[in-house]
């Protein structure tokens, strides 16, 4: 080839790679000039002294300069360092090779197996399923757990609550759901929590088992865009199953950590703080991530369980009120359970399974509404019961309920490691509550 040709050839592109640079960096932001980016994009950081390189995102735009988040800490960068375009974006790969691995929220291992091999790459971020294609949920999801199974029946695609205080047993809870679930595939995305809780949820809740299940982390001492991206990066792990037909169980621990790395880097950016100090974008976020949950016709489920940390058991929070009004159902654990030594301690009377009247039989449906009839009883007069200030014979449905007191508990109550088949649970209760079954 001439050399005049080849010159054409080369001015034609160019081969020099457009970079910025950093003009200030404080605790939790970079910024930086000299690269036209748009909102979300990804962009690399690149010491100008040393090997140390890091990602972020560009989260805000002021005429020349743009704001960067990054997904780890900042020390060791300085002013001048190189700011480059990543070309990649916000995607991860996934795949089923991901199946029985505990990895990072770019699909990194971090359980000293090897590396993963993924052909496939995901979007972290996705619109939710549009409401016209959202299936019917009329098929139950067994989750293994008597008090669920029984009188909080969850339907496939349901999204669901489970709210309760620090100490209470959502991490045991948690493996119970995991271990007993009737579902082919079961994602986990542990975000925010203690480094200490990984490898025991592991190995004491799920006893070292992870077949079919893949563990999402970041732990508390990730930077808040990690703890931020690793929930949306778990949902994008569920829905690539979903969109193959399966029926996926995503569990989530926890949604308030999740909101608090969102306040880090809302404040950060300036946004006025409301209610408990979360900026608006805090509670915006979580319908963004909930809602990708569902049913989608054509394709697979996702059934997910949320679990919110209650501040001081206050329902009232802002993170509990704004996922009590996205989610299909609520699960409340009782700190007053916990302490009577009732495990799984869920608060029967303060929890509700939106979905449960359209997918139980018409005897599972009146076996619950008396159980949680005389429950309701049971409460409401056990300070007279207690003093033995009530008369056996005055009201004939207490007289019932003081009957199968015991026999209710030990229906609530179940060990850790154990697992209920759905049909025998709903027989158990259909039998306790006299429900005659219609031939």
């Known amino acids: 080839m001439p050399l005049s040709s080849l010159k054409e050839k080369l ?31 990804m962009v690399k950081v690149v010491s100008n002294e040393s090997t140390l390189e890091t990602v972020g995102m560009v989260t805000e735009i002021d005429g020349g300069l743009f704001y960067i988040t990054p997904f780890s800490f900042v020390e060791g960068f300085r002013s001048g360092d190189r700011v480059f375009l990543d070309s990649t974006g916000l995607n991860i790969p996934v795949g089923s090779s991901l199946l029985g691995r505990v990895v990072d929220p770019f699909m990194r291992p971090i359980d000293g197996k090897g590396s993963i091999r993924s052909s496939k790459m995901a979007p972290i971020i996705k619109a939710p399923i549009a409401a016209m294609k959202r299936g019917m949920i009329d098929e139950v999801f ?64 799920l006893g070292g088992d992870l077949t079919n299940t893949v563990i999402i982390v970041a732990t508390s001492d990730d930077s808040p865009l990690m703890r931020k991206y690793g929930a949306f990066a778990a949902m994008s792990v569920a829905e690539y199953f979903k969109d193959k037909g399966e029926d996926v169980l995503f569990i989530m621990d926890s949604v ?22 979360y900026p608006p974008s805090s509670l915006t976020l979580l319908p963004q991530l909930m809602e990708r949950a569902g049913k989608e016709e054509g394709k697979g489920s996702i059934t997910a369980f949320f679990t919110v940390l209650i ?22 654990l009782s700190r007053e359970m916990t302490d009577f030594g009732i495990y799984p301690p869920v608060h029967i009377l ?37 003093i033995g200030a009530y008369v056996q014979g005055s009201d004939a449905e207490l007289d019932e309920a003081i009957e199968k007191k015991d026999a209710m508990m030990r229906f609530i109550a179940q ?12 027989e158990e209760l259909i039998q306790l509550m006299g429900i005659e079954k219609k031939v």
């Open 11 to 41: 001015a034609q592109k160019n081969y020099s790679v457009a970079f910025g640079e950093v003009v200030k960096i404080n605790a939790t932001v970079i910024t930086a000039r000299g690269l036209n980016v748009s909102i979300s994009d």
């Open 142 to 205: 067994s989750v293994g757990v008597k008090s669920i199974d029984g009188l909080l029946t969850c339907g496939k695609g349901q999204k669901l609550g489970i709210f309760a205080g620090s100490g209470v047993g959502k991490s045991t809870l948690m493996g119970m759901i995991v271990r007993g679930a009737d579902a082919p595939i079961k994602v986990v995305a542990l975000i925010g929590e203690r480094g200490r809780e990984v490898p025991e949820f592991i190995e004491k809740n």
């Open 256 to 277: 308030t950590r999740f909101a608090m790395a969102q306040r880090e880097i809302g404040l950060a950016l300036g946004e006025p703080p409301t209610s408990k100090g």
């Open 311 to 332: 501040e001081g058991d206050d329902m009232s929070d802002p993170i509990a009120d704004q996922s009590r009004s996205i989610l299909d159902g609520h699960i409340v």
């Open 350 to 386: 303060n929890s509700a399974s939106r979905v449960m009247n359209d997918i139980i039989s018409q005897e599972h449906f009146q076996a619950v509404m008396k159980f949680r009839r005389l429950y309701t009883l049971l409460k409401e007069n056990e300070t007279l019961i207690r």
């Open 415 to 426: 060990g850790a490691m154990y697992i209920e088949k759905f049909e025998a649970t709903v």
